[in-house]
């Protein structure tokens, strides 16, 4: 929210601030090489590297109508499954395009041959980068495109920005190259009985993601309702 905007609404009756579970930020000029930082794990490594680039391609997109390569990655998406994805949301898959057709938001399109199978959205504003949305095909999972798009492709053609914001929740991928992290609040403003059930039910949820979390699941755990 706009600075202008809190200051003219903050003591309204009718506005509510409230907390979120934190946010990992990358500070990009504090990972040097991205493997020493890691480290060994089970989620990425060079041979996971070496493995996705044998297969698959990264190509970045701004200012075009890319609204075929989110939907044929969300419809073969985990969150397909669980209604969470953009191909069931197809209002969502159009707002997400637009920003990328304004120049807003940019995109990361993983293909094999030409097949989309994975997508990063982000959001460059001033010196930091926000990670909008990620999503990729189970059918290619071996490859882990979401994990390469996330750290290996992210964190190299970022270098110049000051941070990443990964946004939203923690998960396992976010932990592993996260350099720090910072308090996150929801603004909400109309009907307060309206705004106070929403409040519970979003902080409902991040107490199941952070307890699905500290039991070292993935993040889809919390949506089939496995926490």
């Not at 929210?1 to 809190?6: L, N």
């Not at 669980?82 to 969502?92: A, F, I, L, P, T």
């Not at 705004?195 to 519970?200: A, C, E, T, V, W």
Request: net charge positive; aromatic share 14%; with cysteine.
């Amino acid at each position: 929210m706009h600075i202008c905007y809190y200051n003219l609404l903050h003591n309204n009756e009718n506005f509510l601030k409230y907390s979120r579970l934190y946010t990992s930020i990358i500070e990009p000029q504090k990972i040097k090489d991205i493997f020493e930082y890691i480290g060994r794990n089970q989620y990425f490594s060079k041979n996971a590297v070496k493995k996705f680039e044998r297969n698959l391609r990264v190509e970045h997109y701004i200012k075009q109508d890319v609204k075929e390569y989110i939907i044929n990655v969300e419809k073969k998406s985990w969150k397909n499954v669980v209604g969470q994805d953009m191909y069931s949301n197809y209002e969502k898959a159009v707002y997400y395009n637009e920003l990328i057709e304004q120049g807003i938001a940019e995109i990361a399109v993983a293909f094999c041959g030409n097949i989309p199978v994975a997508h990063r959205i982000d959001a460059v504003v001033n010196n930091s980068v926000t990670q909008l949305k990620t999503s990729f095909n189970e059918d290619y999972k071996r490859y882990k495109p979401g994990a390469y798009l996330l750290i290996y492709d992210m964190l190299n053609n970022a270098k110049q920005y000051n941070q990443i914001d990964l946004y939203g929740g923690p998960n396992l991928i976010k932990n592993l190259i996260e350099t720090r992290r910072i308090n996150r609040y929801d603004f909400c403003y109309g009907n307060i009985d309206v705004i106070n059930r929403l409040k519970i039910a979003r902080q409902k949820w991040d107490e199941k993601n952070i307890n699905n979390f500290k039991e070292g699941k993935a993040i889809k755990k919390v949506y089939e309702g496995k926490f």
